[in-house]
């Protein structure tokens, strides 16, 4: 037993000894913005010798866009051992070291790219970095790049900073204390899998079976608190539970910053509101501080669409992610499945568990989206989205924008013809996870998905690649709208309208109520609170089982509906039948009636709308 012992112990000794002497490349971040919104970074080699290129990555996983990261990088310096200062030349995007004496170390500063003022070379703000006195956002494109031929080895990172500075991140630490942090990953492609966020500690979080969630923000005005976020991301994270089961073996972390939009500068200070960047154990988000809604819905699609990313591109992707070029772009041709199919599980998973994120509302975009855009191959697009200048830059956004779009058009049509051939026993959801398995920790050819499709499916699903991936067609969408019971109307078709309003719920008070007025002929006013529709409550409930909704915003031809409300503490009954309008933007119907095949493939495709 004891020479076991002191087996067991010499085995664990040489396995520190050799990861100690792993080579490692240093790196070490000052957060200290007194050269305004700037701090300074040192970087140690992982070997000493004396000529080194320094690479700053053009593009990085998860975004569509080459990006000049390099300009950030400013007055760099290099050092050999005996203190000498190095020939340094930038090429490109990448940094030239040069000398006698093999390198010692490496200095320079980045700036921060909140407020920057380009328009096509513009970073999406939640993959930027945001440097102020109590907040930091931090995405390591920005701040490190990697010596080549060495970004498969560990980096180690030590953050100098204030005490009272938290970092909430997926990254492992070795050493957390007041003024200095060290994390660790395996390789680069890690570290830039790994954002963090410093400031002062906000954070909370909640518990699904074995899964630990984890929410940070750094609200700039301290509106938003990360309590404020728990109940809508645990209901959020209860639905991808019960529609797919978690696919993130370990903690995962939901991280915010809210910015002041008011300090900001420039006619694109708001570019980038909104966006939410995915990884594989976190998400970021950068928000407006504004809160439209105290519920927080909009989480409803964006957080479960980062989540959902989870599945793919992230554990199921062919070589050009899994093997990501850094330095040079070279795209997958699948961004309709990365982003159409993620972005489909987002749209039903609200169908299906009572979320905000209107199925038919996503997919009358979707057919909107699809039929503006000039007929294109999607592998086609995908492989070359990359932008060759400024003038291409306003077509390659909106070829993005149909990955997501005409993406989810394709993504149904495959699920549906799944779900038929398999009668109900299968789904694109059980495609994917299946695929994630056999794929997990591996990738697939990016030219071999569409025959991995048919193999996990059916024959139908090649067709429909065909046809719609491979080739330029839009998806005959009616085909599929109509087994659900949805009629398409395209802008500028005339339907009957009480006018345009939006109407909230809101959550702390259990009602329904008008949040915008633009026009209506019914006689609604701004915060008039909804109590019967049609001499039904105006309850969430009733709004789920009587769908009450179509009634108010798909009217038919005069048919009178009959409204009560409460306006400053007095119950008003209105009543008016519907005017003929062209719309300003398309609609999907759900009909009132369904035929008997409509009602059984709705009740086994979704529950709820």
């Known amino acids: 037993m004891q020479n076991l012992r002191t087996s067991v112990s010499f085995v664990a000794l040489l396995l520190c000894l050799i990861i100690q002497a792993q080579p490692v490349t240093k790196i070490e971040v000052q957060l200290d913005v007194s050269k305004k919104e700037r701090i300074a970074v040192k970087v140690f080699p992982p070997e000493q010798k004396s000529d080194w290129r320094y690479v700053i990555p053009e593009i990085i996983p998860g975004t569509y866009m080459k990006i000049n990261y390099e300009r950030f990088y400013d007055k760099i310096r290099a050092v050999d051992v005996e203190g000498n200062k190095m020939k340094v030349k930038k090429k490109d995007n990448v940094f030239l070291i040069s000398g006698d004496q093999p390198l010692d170390y490496m200095t320079y500063e980045v700036e921060q790219s909140q407020g920057d003022w380009k328009i096509w070379d513009r970073i999406l703000a939640c993959a930027g970095t945001v440097f102020t006195e109590d907040g930091y956002l931090l995405n390591f494109q920005l701040i490190s790049g990697y010596f080549e031929d060495f970004k498969d080895l560990p980096y180690e990172v030590e953050f100098l900073k204030k005490k009272d500075l938290f970092a909430a991140t997926s990254m492992n630490a070795t050493l957390r204390s007041a003024e200095k942090d060290v994390f660790r990953t395996n390789n680069y492609f890690e570290l830039i899998d790994q954002p963090i966020l410093y400031s002062e500690p906000d954070t909370t979080s909640f518990q699904i079976n074995n899964n630990r969630f984890k929410i940070a923000v750094h609200s700039e005005t301290e509106k938003v608190k990360a309590e404020m976020l728990k109940p809508r991301l645990t209901k959020i994270m209860h639905a991808i539970d019960s529609f797919s089961g978690f696919t993130s073996e370990e903690d995962y972390h939901f991280i915010f910053y809210y910015v002041n939009k008011d300090r900001l500068k420039g006619v694109l200070k708001t570019f980038g509101m909104g966006s939410a960047l995915e990884h594989n154990q976190s998400s970021i988000y950068y928000f407006n501080e504004a809160v439209w809604d105290s519920t927080f819905s909009n989480l409803d699609w964006i957080g479960a669409h980062e989540y ?11 070589e050009k992610i899994h093997d990501f070029n850094f330095e040079t772009p070279d795209m997958s041709k699948h961004g309709w499945l990365y982003e159409g199919v993620t972005d489909y599980f987002a749209a039903l998973l609200s169908a299906q568990y009572d979320l905000s994120n209107s199925i038919t509302f996503n997919m009358k975009w979707a057919v909107y989206t699809a039929e503006k855009q000039k007929p294109r191959s999607f592998t086609e697009s995908s492989q070359n989205i990359i932008k060759k200048n400024m003038f291409s830059w306003i077509g390659k956004i909106g070829q993005l924008g149909n990955f997501y779009e005409r993406g989810k058009l394709v993504a ?3 699920d549906v013809e799944i779900f038929e051939n398999s009668e109900g026993e299968k789904r694109l959801i059980d495609v994917m996870l299946e695929m994630r398995k056999d794929f997990e920790g591996s990738y697939f050819p990016d030219d071999q998905l569409r025959d991995l499709l048919v193999k996990y499916s059916y024959p139908e699903i090649g067709e429909i690649y065909d046809k719609y991936v491979e080739g330029n067609e839009v ?23 009480f006018g345009r309003f939006g109407i909230f719920y809101d959550d702390e008070n259990q009602k329904y109520y008008l949040k915008t007025v633009k026009k209506n002929i019914i006689g609604f006013q701004k915060g008039d609170t909804l109590k019967t529709v049609n001499g039904v409550d105006a309850t969430r409930e009733n709004a789920l089982e009587e769908h009450f909704f179509s009634y108010i915003f798909y ?14 503490g007095e119950l008003i009954k209105l009543a008016e039948k519907p005017a003929e309008e062209k719309i300003k933007f398309p609609q999907i119907v759900v009909q009132k009636e369904f035929t008997e095949e409509q009602e059984l493939f709705r009740k086994d495709f979704y529950e709820q709308e």
């Open 555 to 568: 009217p038919e031809e005069n048919k009178e509906l009959t409204i009560e409300v409460l306006r400053n």
């Open 475 to 497: 998806v005959p969408y009616e085909k599929y709208f109509s087994k659900l019971g949805w009629k398409y109307y395209p802008k500028g078709s005339k339907r009957p309208s």
């Open 412 to 414: 149904m049509a495959m």
């Open 308 to 318: 959902f990313h989870t599945i793919t591109p992230l554990s199921l992707h062919s």
